[in-house]
C-alpha cells in the first residue's frame, strides 16, 4: 500500500490484576480490569505517537469484547479489521503479582474468540493496505487462528507489507516447549523485522547466554533487522552490515508491563514512513533511541496502555 498505515495482527484481552501484590489469587482483596493483549498495545503505542495503525483480531461479542473496541476506537486505531464471535468469549488473563515484582498469569481461553478467528472472516482489504504488518499472536498454535495468521501474514506481503514479527512468549499457553519453538521458528523466515526479549532468545536458541552468536543463530536470509531488548539494559540491534547496541534510559520504574509493545510500535511508526532507514546505522540509531526512550517511559506508570507515551513525551525525554 502507498498509505502509512500499521496494521497489527493478534489478541487484545482483559488482564484482571490484583490491588495487592505478594497473594495468590484466591486472596486478592480486588482486581483492576486492565485492557491488554501485545498486538493491540502495539496498536495503541503507535495511534498514541500520531502513526495511522488499525488492530486485526476477534473478540467476544459480549460486554468485554464491545469495551476493548470501544478502547481501540477511542485511542484512534482503526477497528473495521476487528470481528465478534457470537459464541465464544472474549480472553481474560487473570494475573498474580509475585512479591518479588514477578507475573504469573492464568488465562480464559477454553477457546476464547481471538482462537477462533476464521481465514475466511479476514478484511483482506484492510490487510493489503498495511505498509507494516506487525504479528506475534498467542493464538498461533490453535486452528483456526492459525491458518488466519497465515493468511494474514501473506495477503500483507504479497501486497508489499513489511513484516514485523514478536514472538510474545508465553509459555503456559503452549502444550509443551519444544512446540513452542517448533511453532514460533515455522513462521521466523517470513519477518523481515524481529523482535526477541533476552528471554525469548535463551529460549529459543536453548542457550543462556545473551550475547552476538546467539542472537546470530536466529537469523535467517531474508531479516532485514533483529533486535533483541534487554530490559534496563537497552537493546541491541543486527542487520546484514552492522550491529550494535543502544542503551536504556534511566527513570523511575514501577512497572514494566508494555514495555517492549511500547519499543516496537515507537519504530514502526520512524520506519513507516521510509524503510530505507535500516540500512542507515546513522538513523537507526537514532530511531532505536526513540523506542528505547519510548520503552522506558511506559515503565514509569501502572499499565500498559495509558502508560504509552505521546511523541511530545518521548521527545522531553530524549533531549
Ligand atoms: P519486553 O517487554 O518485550 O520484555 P523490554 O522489557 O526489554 O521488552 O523493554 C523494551 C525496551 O524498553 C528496552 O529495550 C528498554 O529500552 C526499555 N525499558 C524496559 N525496561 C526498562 C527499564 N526498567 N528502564 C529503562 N528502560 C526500560
Redo the contacts with the bound molecule.
Keep these: 500500500g502507498t498509505s502509512s498505515l500499521i496494521v497489527s495482527f493478534g489478541e487484545m484481552l482483559i488482564d484482571f490484576v490484583p490491588t495487592v501484590s505478594g497473594v495468590s489469587l484466591a486472596e486478592a482483596p480486588g482486581f483492576l480490569k486492565a485492557p491488554g493483549g501485545a498486538p493491540a498495545n502495539v496498536a495503541i503505542a503507535v495511534a498514541r505517537l500520531g502513526g495511522k495503525a488499525a488492530f486485526v483480531g476477534k473478540l467476544g461479542d459480549d460486554e468485554f469484547g464491545h469495551m476493548l473496541a470501544g478502547i481501540l476506537k477511542e485511542n484512534g486505531v482503526r477497528a473495521d479489521g476487528i470481528n465478534f464471535d457470537k459464541g465464544a468469549r472474549t480472553a481474560l488473563a487473570f494475573v498474580t503479582l509475585r512479591a518479588d515484582g514477578e507475573r504469573e498469569f492464568m488465562f480464559y481461553r477454553n477457546p476464547s474468540a481471538d482462537m477462533l478467528l476464521t481465514p475466511e472472516e479476514l478484511n483482506l482489504e484492510l490487510i493489503r493496505s498495511a505498509k507494516v504488518f506487525h504479528y506475534g499472536s498467542i493464538s498461533l498454535i490453535v486452528e483456526p487462528c492459525r491458518s488466519a495468521h497465515l493468511k494474514a501474514m501473506e495477503a500483507a506481503k504479497e501486497a508489499g507489507a513489511l513484516l514485523s514479527y514478536?514472538p510474545n512468549l508465553r509459555l503456559p499457553l503452549w502444550p509443551s516447549p519444544e512446540e513452542a519453538r517448533e511453532q514460533i521458528m515455522s513462521i521466523w523466515d517470513k519477518a523481515d523485522v524481529i523482535?526477541v526479549?533476552?528471554?525469548e532468545l535463551e529460549f529459543l536458541t536453548g542457550c543462556d547466554k545473551i550475547d552476538d552468536e546467539s542472537a546470530l543463530s536466529l537469523w535467517h536470509p531474508n531479516l532485514k533487522l533483529l533486535l533483541v531488548?534487554?530490559?534496563?539494559k537497552?537493546?541491541r540491534y543486527y542487520t546484514k552490515s552492522f550491529k550494535g547496541s543502544?542503551e536504556?534510559?534511566?527513570?523511575k520504574?514501577v512497572d514494566?508491563t508494555?514495555?517492549?509493545?511500547?519499543?516496537v510500535g515507537a519504530l514502526l511508526c520512524k520506519i513507516v514512513d521510509d524503510c530505507s532507514i535500516i540500512e542507515d546505522e546513522a538513523r537507526l540509531k537514532e530511531v532505536l533511541r526513540f523506542?528505547?526512550a519510548?520503552?522506558?517511559i511506559?515503565?514509569t506508570k501502572k499499565g500498559a496502555i495509558p502508560a504509552l507515551p505521546t511523541e511530545a513525551d518521548a521527545l522531553a525525554l530524549l533531549n
Excluded at 536504556?248 to 527513570?251: K, L, M, N, Q, S
Excluded at 508494555?258 to 519499543?263: H, P, Q, Y
Design positions: 514478536d523482535k526479549s533476552d528471554v531488548t534487554l530490559g534496563e537497552g537493546c543502544v536504556a534510559f534511566h527513570v520504574t514494566t508494555g514495555a517492549g509493545d511500547s519499543f523506542a528505547c519510548c520503552g522506558a511506559t515503565t
